[in-house]
């Protein structure tokens, strides 16, 4: 362990900063944490993602699989620490909650096509599969207690059903729906609006009871369910890094911050799933990429990346927390 975290801190910068808080345990009043995190705004890889989100909200969306979006990178940033006092960032989450919805949720440009029950034209919209990861964004970077944004909390936590969440869109997007049975939840959605919860300080909502659940009953009945094309096999079992959609290392980093989950078994073999894919010492190495993020140490497949390999054993510290 000493030796593994050892070469966590011989990492880039925002990879030792998180060692340190989340896998050492170090307050971030120390000094070797502070001397981190000023290192990790000053690394020009996050300082340049910083910088490009000024230019939010960047480019129409018409994929929320797209990795190189802004707000996957906004939530990246929030993952690895960046908070809204950092600079520039204060003038990032004006500009995103500048669009907000009547129903709550922040709004991005979107277009629709026809086929899919768009308009075909851009408008400004939310669905549920980039609400919460802005939403959560926001709470973790210490906005929680705005007013804008608890308003956009409470509304997307409130399209829960006891099955999790659907797919669910703003009216903008008309008739918009995801390939699948209306009555079936959405599993992406029902992980980043359970991921929203926690950024928000609400871990025992009945909500995140209920959506936990049923991403863990979909583990369970992965070989015959696979609401809106969301399959838990192969490629969902491949370690990968951002956590910015529907995966294996990212359902347990969210699921692993619930106290009451640790015993579950679906859970614990969820994560012996995941630690079947490590080395015999501890280094996890990619095994799926995103070509928008490959100039990052774990945009590669070819040697093992600290920053996922420090998301593997943050998971693996809890579970046996």
């Known amino acids: 362990m000493d030796e593994l975290i050892g070469w966590l801190l011989e990492g880039p910068s925002w990879v030792r900063y998180r060692a340190l808080v989340d896998l050492v345990r170090e307050p971030e009043s120390s000094p070797g944490v502070q001397a981190a995190r000023r290192a ?14 000024q230019g939010w909200p960047g480019g129409v969306l018409n994929s929320h699989k797209s990795a190189g979006q802004l707000y996957h990178k906004f939530k990246f940033l929030a993952d690895i620490g960046v908070c809204v006092d950092d600079s520039g960032m204060r003038h990032v989450a004006d500009l995103v909650m500048t669009h907000q919805s009547a129903q709550g949720p922040f709004q991005l440009p979107m277009a629709i096509s026809p ?11 939310w669905a549920l599969c980039d609400a919460p990861v802005i939403v959560g964004a926001l709470c973790a970077m210490g906005m929680s207690d705005d007013a804008r944004v608890q308003a956009a909390v409470g509304h997307v936590a409130g399209l829960a059903r006891t099955s999790g969440w659907p797919c669910c869109v703003s009216p903008e997007m008309g008739t918009f729906r995801g390939p699948g049975r209306k009555d079936d ?7 980043a609006v359970c991921e929203m919860e926690l950024a928000a300080g609400l871990p025992d909502e009945v909500q995140v009871h209920d959506g936990a659940e049923a991403l863990l009953t979909l583990w369970a009945e992965r070989r015959e369910r696979h609401p809106y094309v969301f399959y838990m096999g192969t490629d969902f079992c491949k370690l990968k890094a951002p956590l910015i959609w529907y995966d294996i290392l990212h359902v347990v980093d969210v699921l692993s911050r619930l106290p009451w989950l640790r015993q579950d078994r679906r859970l614990y073999d969820m994560v012996g799933a995941m630690m079947e894919r490590v080395g015999s010492d501890g280094r996890a190495t990619p095994e799926s990429v995103w070509t928008a993020w490959k100039d990052w140490e774990f945009g590669q497949k070819k040697v093992p990346s600290r920053w996922v390999t420090l998301l593997v054993e943050r998971v693996r510290q809890r579970m046996n927390g």
Do not use: F, H, I, N
């Open 115 to 125: 086929a899919y029950g768009g308009t075909g034209r851009k408008e400004w919209a």
């Open 185 to 191: 939840p959405c599993p992406y959605a029902t992980l």
């Open 40 to 53: 990790m705004l000053e690394d020009p890889q996050v300082s340049a993602l910083m910088q490009e989100l």
